[in-house]
């Protein structure tokens, strides 16, 4: 299956100091880590969403990439909306984990962290953008070995003609290290000027 009745009307990308939406730079910056990126970025875009600051660098990529996707659709949590979140990733939650063990660890001063441990499952970062938009529809955050356009293509498709969800945001938000980060998140629904299918999701994953 190549084609789809639905349309993607809004992408969103995020790596290497640099925002994109819809394949414009919306924000970039010379930060000499991803946490001092990730913060100016933030406020540059008006996230207001205060538990920001707590999450994980996995949870703030993908909460932010959401944010402006959403908004760029007037999406608000006013107004509840019936979208489902469809993420995936290779890393899971790997650099969380690694500082999770880390305080395991370490035998002068141990004590997980609860604010650490959190963090340690993929899927908190829905959870986050679900509270702030109040989105109660299926959720799913799935790990491959490389970007996979075909799921992301076949299972939103299904959530959408079995109107379990009236549109899907999906993406593949990955957080390995400060060097090793890349969030591309988009939504698809009965609106949009590009046709959903593996092909363009593909291109604008590239772009």
Same mark, same amino acid.
């Given at each position: 299956?190549?084609?789809?009745? #639905? ?11 640099? &925002? ?6 919306? $924000?970039?910056? %010379?930060? !000499? ?10 406020? +540059? *875009?008006?996230?207001? $969403?205060? %538990?920001?600051? %707590? ?9 932010? +990439? ?6 760029? !659709? ?6 509840? *909306? ?18 999770? *063990? ?6 002068? /001063? ?12 993929? =899927? &908190? ?22 970007? =996979? ?5 076949? #299972?939103?498709? /299904?959530?959408? /003609?079995?109107?379990? +969800? ?14 090793? #980060?890349? +969030?591309?998140?988009?939504?698809? /629904? =009965?609106?949009? =000027? ?14």
């Amino acid at each position: 299956m190549s084609n789809s009745a #639905y349309n993607i009307s809004a992408f969103c990308s995020i790596k290497n100091n640099t &925002i994109t939406l819809n394949g414009n730079v919306l $924000y970039t910056h %010379k930060a !000499e880590s991803f946490s001092a990126f990730i913060k100016a970025a933030y406020k +540059a *875009q008006d996230t207001k $969403y205060p %538990k920001f600051f %707590k999450m994980d660098s996995l949870s703030k990529l993908a909460f932010l +990439a959401s944010d402006i996707v959403l908004k760029n !659709e007037n999406v608000t949590p006013e107004n509840e *909306q019936n979208i489902a979140i469809l993420f995936s990733n290779k890393a899971s939650s790997l650099d969380t984990d690694r500082k999770h *063990q880390d305080s395991i660890q370490n035998k002068d /001063s141990y004590y997980p962290s609860p604010a650490i441990f959190v963090y340690t499952l993929p =899927n &908190i970062c829905i959870g986050e953008i679900s509270i702030k938009y109040k989105l109660y529809s299926e959720n799913s955050f799935f790990i491959f070995d490389n970007f =996979n356009a075909e799921h992301l293509f076949a #299972y939103s498709n /299904s959530l959408l /003609s079995s109107q379990k +969800a009236d549109a899907v945001l999906c993406g593949w938000v990955e957080f390995d290290d400060d060097n090793n #980060y890349e +969030a591309f998140v988009y939504l698809v /629904s =009965n609106t949009g =000027n590009t046709e959903h299918n593996k092909q363009n999701i593909i291109k604008l994953y590239n772009t």
